[in-house]
């Protein structure tokens, strides 16, 4: 401490020194402390309301830099928050924060997709993923729903067929909507929005690049890393000419026609499985396994059942070469691919050819490199502490760019709005991101919470656990004549949690239609599936007590 001491001293600084052990509630100070910091010892220093860390962390500091910036008056930067990012993360934190009556500016900037492809506020969620893909798996719905309406007693003699252009219109229409949704929540809440590129120059100062090139600075005494995720391309001949992405696939203006999906993916399985339900020659080529991460039996039972309705398979091959054969909308692409395990190698003709290989993080590229900021040098994501913090005190990142966590735009939204509060004072409540339930749009859905089988096997040995499942048949399906022992639960439990029998009457409230995986690791995890059954889940048709093994 002496040595902080000093150094604020020959800066010419005077400190305020609160000595735990000589107040009376010094424990609590330190409880209270240690939840807002995450460090359990002292001395433990703040500079103009950023917690710095110990004397180590002061030393460092000081020696980058950073800490003569942070002895700035709070009222020489620009703004008390800047995010960068504007997708559910950035946004949810950015309005909490004005709620709390901070000077905020948002910077969002979409980069062109290799295919021109660009969209407004509101993150890939909105304009690129979850929206547009649960809208198309809609539209791929209420086709088998016509197929089965017939006998439920309706009768058409008309041709039936999908437009895509018209589903697109409608799509974009819709998202044009919340685009515009919100930027006017973000005016109503005095929030900066600003449509330009954000990378860091120094510490506390950032540059501003819009469409025009022209560059702009801002400072401000925290900022908000929210730049999330964009898909990775093979690295091959062809792939960044010819190929799309998701990032294309939901405002394409034309039928993708006869389509390959490379990868295994949940966006690559969610994309294959609604064109086929519209009707497409959909092709997946997958290198090894499907829903990498996910319960593998699940997985293969997603598999399945696509393949049993119409999506083809190309198990361990991978695409080395994309040849363009005509132009068109769409046009005719040679794809050259080669076995994973071995020599072989296929050709085939496609109109379409969609990546879905994996995202990377929206990170290299913003000037951390600048301010001392670490990343995961392989995967680009940023390694932060409980409370969402980077290495450099002032620096946070929420979404998918975060090391380790969901990339779930539930969980963003609310890791953006709880780290507002820590930051203002309103909370020390932190984001809780331990089992929290999913769901994969395939055309027979799959929902799950909690480890993988092989994860549980991983954490709990296979002696140890009690997995349950039963296979059942929704009403919906019975009179359609759709396939029976389809769907199907499962829970994964630890023999030494109790109250295993209550497991049969809780399936009782099960979802048809999807192939639901609750797997419960610890003993609160039988009361989230209650939780979560009640509110989800429409009632399963069948009354069979649940089998285990």
Known sequence: MTEVKELFSSLGVECNVLELDQVDDGARVQEVLSEITNQKTVPNIFVNKVHVGGCDQTFQAYQSGLLQKLLQEDSAYDYDLIIIGGGSGGLSCAKEAAILGKKVMVLDFVVPSPQGTSWGLGGTCVNVGCIPKKLMHQAALLGQALCDSRKFGWEYNQQVRHNWETMTKVIQNHISSLNWGYRLSLREKAVAYVNSYGEFVEHH????????????????????????????????????????????????????????????????????????????????????????????????????????????????????????????????????????????????????????????????????????????????????????????????????????????????????????????????????????????????????????????????KKENLEIYHTLFWPLEWTVAGRENNTCYAKIICNKFDHDLAMLPRLVSNSWPQVILLLQLPEQLG????????????????????????
Do not use: W
């Open 526 to 549: 039988l009361l989230r599936f209650y939780n979560l059954s009640k509110v989800a889940f429409r009632t399963m048709q069948s009354t069979s007590m649940l089998s285990f093994r």
């Open 205 to 460: 100062k950032i540059k501003a690049t819009n469409k025009k090139g022209q560059e702009t600075y801002y400072t401000a005494a925290q900022f908000v890393i929210a730049t999330g995720e964009r898909p990775r391309y093979l690295g091959i001949q062809g792939d960044k000419e010819y190929c799309i992405t998701s990032d294309d696939l939901f405002s394409l203006p034309y039928c993708p026609g006869k389509t390959l999906v490379v990868g295994a993916s949940y966006v690559a399985l969610e994309c294959a499985g609604f064109l086929a339900g519209f009707g497409l020659d959909v092709t997946v080529m997958v290198r090894s396994i499907l829903l990498r991460g996910f319960d593998q039996e699940m997985a293969e039972k997603v598999g399945s059942y696509m393949e049993q309705h119409g999506v083809k398979f190309l198990r361990k091959f991978i695409p080395v070469m994309v040849q363009q054969l005509e132009k068109g909308s769409p046009g005719k692409l040679k794809v050259l691919a080669k076995s994973s395990e071995g020599t072989e190698t296929i050709e085939e003709v496609y109109n379409t050819v969609l990546l879905a290989i994996g995202r990377d993080s929206c990170t290299r590229k913003i000037g951390l490199e600048k301010i001392g900021v670490k990343i995961n040098e392989k995967s680009g994501k940023i390694p932060v502490n409980d409370v969402e913090q980077t290495n450099v005190p002032y620096v946070y990142a929420v979404g998918d760019v975060l090391e380790d966590k969901p990339e779930l735009t539930p969980v963003a939204i609310q890791s953006g709005k709880l780290l507002a509060r820590r930051l203002f004072g309103a909370s020390l409540e932190k984001c809780d991101y331990i089992n929290v339930p999913t769901t994969v749009f395939t055309p027979l859905e799959y929902g799950c919470c909690g480890l993988s089988e092989e994860k549980a096997i991983e954490v709990y």
